[in-house]
C-alpha cells in the first residue's frame, strides 16, 4: 500500500515542511551575517537544504516497521533536513549555541557524531529542533534535522555516502578500514586547520595593534 496518493499528493503534504526549512535557514544566515559584521568573520561555508524524498521516507518508514499510515510521518524527525558546512570545527558548537538560544527554537536531540563518530568513521553535530509553523488550519510543530560539519568532513560524508552507506551492496572489510582511516585523517586535518586559523589570527591581531601603538607615538 503506498503512503502518498501521488507525488502532488505528498508535495503538498510538505508545505509546512517546506516553510520549516526556510525559517531555520534564514535564522542560520541572520546568525552568520550578525558574526560577519560584528567580528569581520563569516563562519558558515554552505547550508544545503533539502525535504525527504518520497522513496526516502517509503524506505524508512518500512525499515523501521512504523504503520503505513500518514500519521507514521510524525516520528520521522528529518523530513525537513538543513546541512551546515562551516568553515572551522570551533564554529560548529558555536553556531549550534547561538541557533539554539533563539527562543522559538525547541531542541528535542542532539547527536554528536564529532565527539563520538560513528562506526563507519562519520562525523557531524546532528540537531533535532521543533519549530512553529502557522497555516491556514492552524499551528503546527516541525522537527527539523540540522547537521553541522566543517568542510572536510563534508567532503567524506559526501563521497562515503553514495560509495557505502546508500550502498546495497556489501562492501569489504578492507575498504570499509580504508574509509574510515581517512576519516581519522580528516578529523586530524581539521584540528590542524584550526590551530593554523588561530595563529594566523594571533598574527593579524599583534600587527594591527602594533600598527595602532605606532600611530599614536
Ligand atoms: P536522506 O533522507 O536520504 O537524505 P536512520 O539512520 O535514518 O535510521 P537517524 O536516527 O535519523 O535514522 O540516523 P542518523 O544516523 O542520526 O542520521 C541519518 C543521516 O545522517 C543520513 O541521512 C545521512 O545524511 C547522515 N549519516 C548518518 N550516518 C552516516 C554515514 O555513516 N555516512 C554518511 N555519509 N552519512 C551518514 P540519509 O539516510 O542520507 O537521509
Not at 517546506?18 to 547550508?47: F, M, T
Not at 526516502?56 to 504503520?67: P, T, V
Not at 595563529?199 to 594591527?208: A, G, L, S
Request: charged share 30%; net charge positive.
Amino acid at each position: 500500500m503506498k503512503l502518498f496518493k501521488d507525488y502532488k499528493n505528498y508535495w503538498d503534504y510538505m508545505q509546512p515542511y517546506r516553510s520549516a526549512v526556510n525559517l531555520v535557514k534564514a535564522k542560520l544566515e541572520g546568525i552568520d551575517d550578525e558574526l560577519k559584521c560584528e567580528h569581520g568573520y563569516s563562519p558558515i561555508h554552505q547550508i544545503q537544504s533539502r525535504i525527504k524524498s518520497l522513496e526516502s521516507i517509503e524506505e524508512k518508514i518500512e525499515r523501521k516497521h512504523y504503520s503505513n499510515t500518514l500519521d507514521s510521518l510524525k516520528k520521522l524527525y528529518d523530513i525537513a533536513g538543513l546541512r551546515v558546512i562551516c568553515h572551522y570545527i570551533n564554529d560548529i558548537q558555536y553556531i549550534s549555541q547561538l541557533f539554539i538560544m533563539h527562543e522559538d527554537i525547541h531542541l528535542l536531540k542532539t547527536v554528536n557524531y564529532i565527539d563520538y563518530p560513528k562506526e563507519s568513521g562519520y562525523q557531524s553535530l546532528h540537531l533535532v529542533v521543533e519549530v512553529s509553523i502557522y497555516c491556514q488550519n492552524g499551528l503546527m510543530k516541525i522537527p527539523v534535522e540540522i547537521q553541522l560539519r566543517t568542510i572536510a568532513m563534508d567532503c567524506w560524508a559526501s563521497l562515503e555516502h553514495d560509495l557505502l552507506y546508500k550502498n546495497k551492496r556489501a562492501i569489504s572489510k578492507d575498504i570499509q578500514d580504508e574509509l574510515k582511516e581517512c576519516a581519522k585523517r580528516i578529523a586530524l586535518t581539521d584540528l590542524q586547520m584550526q590551530r593554523i586559523y588561530q595563529k594566523v589570527y594571533q598574527e593579524k591581531r599583534k600587527r594591527r595593534n602594533n600598527h595602532q601603538s605606532n600611530e599614536k607615538c
